[in-house]
């Protein structure tokens, strides 16, 4: 039986990216999903503040301009929080002191992928380290001792977050993923012939696989 190929459009720093894999997960470990294919999935760059400078920038001052203020943004970070524990997931938002540009934390996922790692895991390691430990993932350093945590070479993971050319196919995959439409992550196509935006609930998700693999 050929695998259930599942390619996902995601950011980093998106909470619903982080409760729509919870989602996926407890999709794929349901009793639902008997009788589908083996799974692979692919990660795919969204940069959900591209024009972020790379050191990042203050929470506060991306809150004011992304939200209009902190009250606002508390309201609606609230809701998040409620989403987030229906999923398993306590997200210390406002742990968070910088928001970072994600082009590097991306590169180390694509370095993971190609390193034939569990990419999954390093999507795991770095919505958690921004999520829940609030470390700053748009640095390199940062980024290397992640590498190094998920038991990668965390000097071949420095040179590919240094690689020009690595940079510029993140980027490229970026402006493909909008070219194909994607506006709003997370993003999941199955078997390239069926797309599911947002962090749907696993039911949809299951339905979703499932018409997926009878059009195979």
Partial sequence: MDPLRIDIVSDVVCPWCYIGKRRLEAALASPEAAGLPPVQITWHPFQLNPELPAEGIARKAYLEEKFGGPERAAAIYERVRAAGRTAGLELNIDGITRQ????????????????????????????????????????????????AEAGLDAAAARAHLNDPEALAAIDQADQEARQMGVSGVPFFIFNRKLAVSGAQEPATLIGAMRQAVEQA
């Fill in 100 to 147: 970072p540009n994600t082009r590097l934390a991306h590169a180390l996922i694509d370095f993971a992928q190609r390193s034939g790692a569990d990419a999954t895991d390093m999507k795991e390691r770095l919505l958690r380290a921004y999520f829940i430990e609030n470390r700053f993932v748009g640095d390199a350093e940062v980024l290397a001792a992640i590498a």
